[in-house]
């Protein structure tokens, strides 16, 4: 008897990576990936969840590094600088 030839394999396709286009992150994103950061470290640190919430919630407790402003504070100051000028 002829000895058969193992069937052959099918071609596997290539996989595709997945990529991104633009790696960096917007403000908005920055700004929520640092409240996770602080919700989480004051978890760590040992405070219950409902404080720890309410300490990010309370623009007031962030540290003095941290360079927030909301648009409507800008939007604010710019109108009373106007004022001032009149």
């Known amino acids: 008897m002829a000895a058969r030839k ?18 960096s992150y917007t403000e908005l994103e920055m700004y929520c990936i640092w409240l996770n950061e602080y919700y989480h470290a004051l978890l760590k640190s040992g405070f219950k969840s409902d404080l720890a919430l309410a300490f990010v919630m309370e623009k007031s ?17 710019r109108l009373m600088e106007e004022d001032d000028d009149d």
Not at 6 to 23: L, S
Not at 61 to 77: A, G, H, L
């Open 6 to 23: 193992p069937p052959r394999k099918k071609a596997q396709p290539a996989k595709r990576v997945r990529t991104v286009k633009d790696e």
């Open 61 to 77: 407790s962030y540290p003095s590094w941290v360079n927030y402003r909301s648009p409507y504070e800008d939007e604010i100051k």
